[in-house]
């Protein structure tokens, strides 16, 4: 974001949503029934298995997507690939991967664009369509909304295990299967329902992306800690040390907005900075349709936590107890 600081922002008539308010994709409207929302995401490998990075990498792109309530349609791949290190059949692989997941969403690959890296990477452009009168913006959380977040958290502390060869495999699969997992049911039930706000849980962390809701729609968050969903040993994990170094980033991103209270186990906290790859969306629910949203949650048999509430902005932006 500071890149970006000096680059003015584009304004345009039919430009909805641009990256001012840190929104998790673009929307412009294309007719008074329909939008095109727009977002791009690529990476480094986060697995071994190159079919799962696939995956993983275009089932996370597809989330900013569904974070504004939009339905994707087409996508275009993006690689950069060491041809000289690394056999093309892992590439083949990582685009199989990728593929299934994108057609898993109803869009299609429409092409896409490789270079020669020193680094492999593979991420997705995405485009999809929204009507203009239901799009959902991190701006909009009203005082007295209920927070839902749709996937237990602790991807970066994991994945940062695999990588130092302390984590098992029944806990690879595991984590495999969550951030390969769409966001697609949880949005379709959000926008049903009258979500006030949302965003996806990603690279910021759970408390990065709600200190940007909060800003946005200028409120206090509340997180209740006990009620925060965990994968498996993130909390072990933590305390031996496996803290990306996102997640360091992030606290320093956070710090002088958020008040913790001592009572909150400090590897607790840990896990709240925690970079997630291809996390829950964060929703902000009106307070009297909260229980028909958690009913419609548990009838469609998709993961969602209440975890926190929306106050009058006050000190602080961020509040966890």
Do not use: W
């Amino acid at each position: 974001m500071e890149a970006l600081a000096k680059v003015p922002p584009s304004h345009h008539p039919d430009l909805l949503v641009g990256f001012d308010m840190a929104d998790d994709a673009g929307i412009f409207r294309i007719n008074d029934r329909q939008a095109l929302v727009q977002t791009v995401d690529f990476f480094p490998p986060i697995v071994d298995d190159p079919y799962d990075f696939g995956r993983i990498a275009a089932a996370n792109a597809l989330s900013d997507i569904y974070a504004m309530g939009g339905c994707p349609l087409t996508a275009l791949n993006i690689v950069g690939f060491p041809s000289d290190d690394i056999p093309v059949e892992i590439l083949t692989l990582i685009l199989q991967g990728g593929t299934e997941k994108i057609e898993e969403a109803g869009a299609v690959v429409v092409g896409g664009h490789s270079i020669k890296d020193n680094e492999l990477k593979y991420g997705v452009a995405v485009t999809g369509i929204i009507d203009p009168d239901k799009i959902i913006t991190n701006s909009h959380a009203e005082a007295g909304d209920r927070l839902f977040l749709t996937k237990p958290l602790g991807t970066g502390l994991i994945t940062t295990g695999i990588k130092r060869n302390v984590v098992s495999s029944e806990l690879t699969k595991i984590v495999t299967a969550q951030m390969a997992q769409l966001n697609r049911k949880a949005s379709e039930l959000m926008v049903r329902i009258g979500a006030h706000a949302a965003t996806d849980v990603t690279g910021y962390g759970l408390l990065g992306h709600a200190l940007e809701m909060a800003r946005a729609s200028r409120v206090t968050i509340r997180l209740f800690s006990e009620k925060l969903p965990l994968m498996p040993e993130a909390l072990e994990l933590a305390e031996a040390g496996m803290i990306p170094a996102g997640a360091i980033a992030n606290r320093e991103f956070v710090k002088d907005c958020v008040n913790v209270s001592q009572s909150v186990d400090e590897n607790l906290v840990r896990v709240m900075f925690d970079p997630q790859t291809s996390g829950g969306l964060f929703i902000a629910i009106p307070e009297d349709k909260a229980e028909l949203f958690e009913r419609e949650l548990e009838g469609q048999e998709v993961f969602g936590q209440l975890i926190g509430q929306v106050e009058p902005l006050g000190e602080y932006h961020l509040i966890v107890e």
